[in-house]
């Protein structure tokens, strides 16, 4: 009876992927493509990358495309399915999508399986369908009818499949940019993800996002016990500093009613700790000779890394026995994206010629596009998507009509960028 009921219910929670996967002679439309890699749980912190890439790999070998899977020292792989064009001289166009999806939260709060991607009223819900497996699928179904109606690119076209973005793409893109495989790929534009606009009549296109400096404070003073009046205490030191760090957060949130967040340079503090320990508690009569927190800051477009270093400098200069160090970041985009760059004019007119309008932004969080911004090429983001922004919430969901708008919106840039 147990047993019974233990494998009755593990074909339950596997069902539909399984199904779709063990059929790797039909031809899965896009639709069905999607549905079945949200069935492969690629959620953080333990995303099955293995079973996604024998997925992807096998549909892009049957495809007829060339596929590489280029090795990171982290173990984690990407994949990377080329379309050659006639002009390898040419920097190539890239179309990244990660291939990680954040965790789904309460189950029980979901309308439908987070994993089964489950279709009702045309809406496709599943984790990941706009956080970017539905991305991905679309530039993938854009290249495969590119390549089946026999259009000759001038411009390589290669699809960037790539793993950690959702933990910041340390083990992911950081490491990708550095190999060989990817000098050689000799790639000049990449169009990544942005967010969906939640307006029938328009598309989003991501111009640029803020660049992260996130630090750890120390503070050092002296252990003392707490009824001492002159003492040097660290604890003290560093809210006196944390003060002035809240403050100018809450300056930000207030510019942030007029100006959009990602123009904005903002400081949370994300962490604090001070106290010292005896008989397994903290002590409520020593002062302790440390204390520490860490800060995540946000560095828009406009503000250059060395003048956030400055911003930052400055606040600390009354609090000489306080340091940072810099856990993450990363540098200033070598050249320029903007509305100006040809690619952003292809982008724009090929959604004018979906009737839609194009609306450049900057996106107040950071994505996988700052490492390819940092070694010079051109990063813009587009999600293809009309439906309501909902990137890692409960009933992440895309429409039908949504997936099949992006795969023309991302045929007609190859076609007019690339041949
Ligand atoms: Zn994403």
């Known amino acids: 009876m147990r047993k019974s009921l233990i494998a009755v219910s593990i074909i339950a929670m596997v069902g539909a992927g399984i199904y779709l996967l063990q059929r790797p002679d039909k031809d899965l439309d896009m639709v069905e493509f999607l549905q079945a890699y949200i069935n492969i749980n690629t959620a953080q912190p333990t995303p099955d990358y293995g079973s996604a890439l024998t997925f992807l790999k096998r549909q892009a070998t049957r495809d007829g495309f060339a596929i590489q899977e280029v090795p990171l020292p982290s173990g984690n792989k990407v994949l990377v399915v080329s379309q050659l064009g006639t002009d390898q001289a040419l920097p190539a166009l890239a179309l990244n999508h990660h291939i990680d999806v954040v965790p789904i939260g309460n ?22 369908t706009q956080d ?66 939640g307006a029938d009549n328009t598309l989003l296109i991501k111009i640029g996002e803020r660049k992260p400096i996130q630090i750890r404070l120390t503070s050092t003073g002296t252990e003392g016990h707490g009824s001492k009046i002159k003492c040097c205490n660290a604890a003290a030191n560093l809210a006196m500093l944390l003060a002035r760090i809240a403050s100018f957060q809450e300056e930000q949130k207030v510019r942030a009613n007029t100006i959009e967040a990602g123009q904005l340079l903002s400081m949370n503090i994300t962490s604090l700790q001070a106290g010292v320990m005896r008989n397994g508690t903290v002590a409520l009569n020593v002062v302790p000779n440390t204390a520490t927190a860490t800060v995540d800051i946000r560095v828009p477009p406009s503000i250059t890394m060395q003048q956030a270093h400055a911003i930052l400098d400055d606040m600390m200069h009354d609090f000489p026995s306080i340091h940072y160090e810099v856990l993450a970041t990363i540098s200033d985009p070598k050249g320029s994206v903007s509305v100006n760059s040809p690619l952003y004019h292809i982008l724009a007119k090929t959604i004018e010629g979906q009737g839609l309008q194009a609306q450049s932004f900057y996106f107040e969080a950071t994505t996988d596009t700052r490492y390819y911004l940092a070694c010079g090429i051109q990063g813009f983001g587009l999600t293809p998507f009309t439906c309501k922004e ?25 076609r007019a960028f690339c041949t």
């Open 132 to 197: 970017m497996k539905g991305i991905g699928v679309a530039q993938y179904y854009a290249l495969k009818a590119i390549k089946e109606a026999g259009i000759t690119l001038k411009r390589t076209v290669h699809l960037l499949m790539v793993p950690d973005e959702e933990v910041g793409g340390f083990k992911g893109v950081n490491e990708f940019v550095k190999t060989e495989v990817f000098s050689r790929l000799n790639i000049g534009f990449v169009l990544d993800e942005g967010v969906a606009s």
């Open 390 to 414: 909902n990137l890692h919430g409960v009933d992440e969901s895309i429409t039908v009509d949504d997936l099949k708008l992006g795969q023309r919106i991302f045929y007609d840039v190859i």
């Open 107 to 128: 189950q029980a709060d979901w309308k439908h399986d987070p994993f089964a991607g489950t279709i009702e009223s045309g809406i496709i819900y599943g984790r990941g």
